[in-house]
């Protein structure tokens, strides 16, 4: 029975013990809102501003493959038959009564949409090849060309006039050796 009366004892310590833990856990609890309490009235409420988001590019839908319908090109102006004739012969006959040096004329019909003719000249000088490309406007505009461009005429190492049927390069010397359009028209020619 003595053992009995022993076993009785423990077990009232251990209770005593989980009272006074339990007591310690709720009088902890009791205190830490009083403190967060506190800590709350004293300091200033912060405002928080948020930033709206950053939008994001939408994403490219993919294009369904579908036969892209044709879109015609205007057609080119026709021009009456014998105008590129006309002003090639025009264009020549300037060259020739200002002294260009070199004259080569190179066909393009039927083997470059760009024009009908080209015409490569030299001039001995810039002020030369100025003079030149000025006639030469004046010409194509007698001769029935709508719309005629120069270019390169205030440098006039290289002066380019376009009169659309005929295109004419005119270079001072050195640099017509330099960029050599005849020998690129030669080889192309076979």
């Not at 339990?22 to 967060?36: G, L, Q």
């Not at 590129?84 to 070199?102: G, I, N």
């Amino acid at each position: 029975m003595a053992s009995v009366k022993k076993k009785p004892a423990k077990k009232k310590t251990v209770k005593k013990a989980v009272a006074k833990k339990s007591a310690a856990k709720k009088a902890a609890t009791k205190k830490m809102p009083a403190k967060k309490a506190a800590a709350k009235k004293a300091a200033p409420k912060k405002t928080v501003v948020r930033k709206p988001a950053a939008k994001k590019p939408a994403a490219k839908k993919p294009v369904p493959k579908k036969a892209a319908p044709k879109v015609q090109k205007p057609a080119a102006p026709k021009t009456p038959p014998g105008i590129p004739e006309k002003l090639r012969d025009a264009a020549l006959k300037t060259l020739d009564e200002r002294q260009a040096e070199d004259i080569v004329t190179v066909s393009l019909a039927g083997r470059s949409s760009v024009a009908d003719y080209m015409i490569i000249a030299s001039g001995r000088a810039g002020r030369q090849i100025a003079a030149i490309a000025d006639h030469l406007r004046d010409a194509f505009l007698k001769n029935g060309a709508s719309s005629i461009r120069v270019e390169g005429k205030s440098e006039a190492n290289w002066v380019l006039v376009d009169a659309g049927d005929v295109i004419v390069h005119l270079f001072r010397p050195e640099v017509r050796s330099y960029y050599d359009l005849d020998a690129i028209w030669a080889k192309s020619r076979k």
